[in-house]
């Protein structure tokens, strides 16, 4: 959809010499081999015999890539790269040391039915001050889960069981379709052949794409559309990253508070149709998501962020929202359809304001509350799985015949800022 929509060039370039030179010609033919088979396409059923080998090629590269190697290491790839051998499944990724790296590749499909396969890669350096960062964060995130009073003591120990690794990139380059629709990838699950939805074993977080992609999309429509937005002195590029980081790990642990019975029940006759129910189900749960993650931050501010105010904290998380929202076709995306739901319900509680010129004005002490209601309920509405409660609460807030084939919603079309980006493009370092 963003075809005929402004993207913003931007541009990361790394020194390659630090890396084994065998190891960075390997990954460049990878990436050119997933270009490649990206271009073969992935509709014919024919596909299957290129396919195979495409990956038969990339295998031998990457083996290639290990012989300089010291011996321990090259022992660990190669195990790695066997049992990667039998064929490409699924999103996976081979790690590297000296400096610490990570290529990432594989198959993903689509819920298009015209576009069934797509095959994806990319690499780049290991953040580990990120990581840093998110492994206190996980350890305050416990205390938070320990202390919740809407979660049955019989349910917490499920917390520890389902949360997720997190390895955060900075990227070189994207290859095959993370040049397309889905760039720039934030959050990608990795590392399995089958996976339950809300159990995913790792994830790769590309963090500066994650962090560029707010400053030139989503603060840029904080700046036009939230009053009193924070001024540039208020939050340093440090801080805000941290933010960023901690409410995106608050978001994926957030799917694992409280039990989910409600999945279940969706799957019922109770509201129009299965379709109806399904999205129910997936908005409900980015809602359940992002709002946890907001009542750890609110929680545990000066911990994780020092003196930063909460105003400073939930401004970020509008802005957000609102880039959600502009995404358009919101019931074909849960993040941005559970955005809008959150949007209109902090609208009528008062959270927000809509004033003058489409400004938001923001009313924190209401948002506060909002987060402390909301988690409750949100808890309670998964843990006893109610259909009916569940459908009437998204469909008192939204009307699904209104929004399903449009773009926006004719209430928010002011977000379409011919001004401010819809997108990122990705300038590579020209020697990857």
């Not at 809407?150 to 389902?162: A, G, H, L, T, V």
């Not at 339950?196 to 992609?213: G, Q, W």
């Amino acid at each position: 959809m963003f075809d005929n929509k402004q993207t913003v060039q931007v541009e990361f370039n790394y020194d390659l010499k630090a890396f084994n030179p065998k190891v960075i010609e390997s990954v460049t033919n990878v990436l050119d081999n997933i270009d490649k088979l990206t271009q073969r396409g992935g509709q014919d059923p024919l596909i299957l015999d290129v396919e195979n080998e495409y990956y038969d090629r990339i295998i031998a590269n990457l083996r290639e890539g290990i012989t300089e190697l010291d011996e321990d290491e090259k022992r660990r790839i190669k195990e790695k790269l066997d049992e990667m051998s039998g064929g490409i499944y699924d999103i996976d990724s081979i790690s590297y040391t000296s400096p610490d790296s990570v290529l990432i590749l594989g198959k993903i499909y689509s819920s298009q039915k015209s576009y069934q396969k797509r095959y994806v890669a990319t690499f780049g350096l290991i953040n580990s001050d990120a990581n840093k960062l998110l492994s206190n964060y996980d350890k305050i995130a416990k205390g938070v889960y320990d202390e919740f009073p809407y979660i049955p003591e019989n349910r917490k120990e499920n917390f520890d069981d389902n949360k997720s690794e997190i390895n955060c990139v900075d990227v070189f380059r994207f290859a095959g379709d993370f040049n397309l629709v889905y760039k720039p990838i934030s959050l990608f699950y990795t590392g399995t052949k089958s996976r339950d939805e809300l159990i995913p074993s790792k994830v790769a977080l590309f963090t500066n794409i994650y962090f560029k992609r707010y400053e030139v999309v989503s603060e840029e429509l904080g700046k036009r559309f939230i009053y009193d937005f924070y001024e540039k002195d208020k939050l340093s590029g440090e801080d805000l990253n941290k933010i960023l980081l901690y409410w995106l790990r608050g978001h994926d642990l957030g799917h694992f508070f409280g039990r989910d019975v409600l999945g279940k029940n969706l799957k019922d006759k109770l509201s129009t149709t299965k379709e109806d129910n399904r999205r129910v189900y997936y908005l409900l749960n980015e809602l359940k998501a992002d709002i946890i993650s907001l009542y750890i931050l609110k929680n545990r501010l000066k911990e994780l962020l020092g003196d930063i105010e909460l105003k400073y904290v939930y401004m970020v998380y509008i802005s957000e929202l609102l880039r959600y929202m502009r995404r358009g076709h919101l019931l074909h995306y849960p993040d941005g359809g559970s955005a809008y739901l959150a949007y209109k319900y902090f609208l009528k509680s008062g959270a927000l304001k809509l004033s003058y010129e489409n400004m938001l004005e923001l009313n924190t002490e209401q948002l506060s509350s909002d987060i402390d209601k909301l988690s409750e309920e949100l808890i309670e509405l998964f843990e006893e799985g109610s259909s009916v409660t569940a459908v009437s609460f998204v469909k008192d807030l939204l009307k699904f015949q209104d929004i399903i084939t449009k773009d926006l919603p004719e209430e928010i079309e002011f977000l379409h800022d011919p001004e401010i980006p819809y997108n990122i493009n990705i300038t590579n370092n020209p020697a990857i």
